[in-house]
């Protein structure tokens, strides 16, 4: 590997413009307005696959945006490892949060800020470029396929269809992905876990039109009022969730695997300085780990209503709305989550309004054993590039899409990211560390050399 090592450090600055001129691109999938620009960011996409020396790259159209697809088979008889990662974003606002804009990427600190730059472009342009750096030292071991995607962060509703029409073209023996975190830089990781989604938008509507506070307030429901009651009940004194149903067919670990997952370096000082935050809030009985890794949720990511503007204004809102996410554990199915939601949160509205409840998008819980040849293959890389073995985790968030890989193409995936959980994804100021970025590209290649061994080991 030294002479990769050799190419990274003669080319890593040409890598970081082209990151940075990718990031420049508001892919923002979203909202229609960035229509264009995603489309713009796919062909961005395709053209470095081409340029590293990828075969047959085209841009797979779907009901929504394109898939990037690429390859480069070099043996029929050898593995093949398909790279997943989606070239989208998530949508920049508030930006008066930002201390530089989203879209005009900034190094401060040996960080990259911009919307994108660990969520995902960052993570998946290093799939890119370390593919570049094996392809332009003929020590590409293996076969490889890239499927890039622009709907991750709206649910990736145009996927699914694409998995189950193209099972032979995307034939492979594992799923390789960074869209996940590792501990510190320090201490690399592996996730073995991802929760589950169910996403839902709820309105309350009372009176026909908006009402003078002083005419009618005290005699017509308030819709914000009452929304505002209605999802204060959805949990109880001890922080769990109360709809009828919710817990049970969720997963109980025992309590040696409990502690076992313990034992991953956690700071709660550090963690309560770094959010500025007097004291953490979850389900009782669960660390603040736990509570992020192998417990459900239910969380309001968005309320409005009435009058939100400069000033005052005695209104009584019409209607009051609120977006809601459910991040799900292993055995919880995102269907069944969000009709029992629908159920019982109509049943708790009272007869003065009337609710609607729309469900925007879900995704499946994940679960990779640790004995997969593919999850040695990353331990084995890691530890190369880290001088360190990662410890397996349970990460909080969702990519739905990993438990469709595993049902349509009976593929185990493997999620080694590179990101810190410090690199506020989703959040103002998204950053993402040139030493992660770096790393990753250096990391990458070891995977395909150890996946290819032990491969070939296990057939033999």
């Given amino acids: 590997m030294r002479q990769l090592n050799t190419y990274l450090d003669q080319h890593k600055e040409r890598f970081l ?28 996409v395709a053209q470095s696959l081409r340029d590293a020396g990828a075969d047959a790259v085209e841009l797979c159209p779907t009901a929504g945006y394109p898939i990037v697809y690429g ?3 070099i043996d029929p008889a050898l593995p093949t490892v398909l790279v997943y990662g989606h070239y989208d974003v998530q949508p920049p606002d508030p930006l008066d949060l930002w201390n530089s804009p989203p879209f005009e990427p900034v190094i401060k600190d040996e960080k990259i800020y911009a919307r994108g730059a660990c969520d995902d472009k960052g993570q998946m342009y290093m799939h890119v470029k370390a593919f570049e750096m094996m392809m332009k030292n ?54 073995t876990g991802l929760r589950g989604l169910s996403y839902v938008e709820v309105e309350v509507t009372g009176p026909n039109i908006d009402l003078h506070s002083g005419t009618y307030g005290g005699a017509v429901a308030n819709p914000v009022n009452v929304l505002c009651k209605m999802i204060a009940s959805l949990h109880d004194e001890d922080r769990h969730i109360t709809i009828p149903g919710f817990y049970d067919n969720v997963e109980v670990l025992s309590d040696e695997v409990r502690a076992e997952m313990g034992k991953r370096p956690f700071s709660l000082d550090a963690y309560k300085e770094y959010l500025n935050i007097n004291d953490v809030y979850g389900e009782a009985g669960y660390s603040t780990t736990e509570r992020t890794s192998i417990r459900p949720t239910l969380d309001v990511n968005g309320m ?18 609120a977006k809601i996410s459910m991040r799900l554990v292993p055995n919880q199915s995102s269907e069944r989550i969000t009709e029992l939601f629908q159920k019982h949160f109509e049943s708790i509205a009272p007869p003065s309004v009337r609710v609607k409840v729309s469900p925007h998008h879900g995704g499946e819980p994940a679960v990779t054993p640790i004995d997969n040849i593919g ?27 990993v438990a469709l890989f595993e049902e349509v193409l009976g593929l185990k995936t493997i999620l080694m990211g590179f990101g810190l959980n410090s690199d506020a994804i989703h959040s103002p100021n998204e950053h993402y560390g040139l030493f992660n970025y770096y790393k990753g590209i250096e990391t990458i290649p070891y995977f395909y050399e150890a996946f290819t061994e032990l491969s070939n080991e296990s057939a033999s």
């Fill in 17 to 44: 413009d082209e990151l940075l001129d990718l990031l420049r691109i508001p892919s923002v999938s979203a909202d229609s307005a960035y229509a264009d620009d995603v489309v713009k960011t796919a062909k961005f």
């Fill in 71 to 73: 390859e480069k088979i």
């Fill in 138 to 191: 003929d020590c590409l071991p293996c076969n490889v396929k890239f499927m890039i995607e622009g709907e991750e962060e709206v649910g990736s509703d145009n996927l699914p269809p694409f998995l189950r029409a193209n099972v032979e073209k995307l034939k492979a023996d594992v799923v390789l992905v960074s869209d996940t975190s590792i501990i510190a830089n320090d201490q690399p990781s592996i996730t």
């Fill in 304 to 321: 409005w209503g009435g009058y939100i503007g400069e000033g005052a204004k005695t209104v009584l809102p019409s209607k009051a709305s």
């Fill in 375 to 401: 999850y040695k293959a990353a331990v084995k890389a890691m530890t190369a590039t880290f001088g360190k073995a990662p410890i397996p985790t349970r990460e909080g968030g969702s990519i739905p899409i």
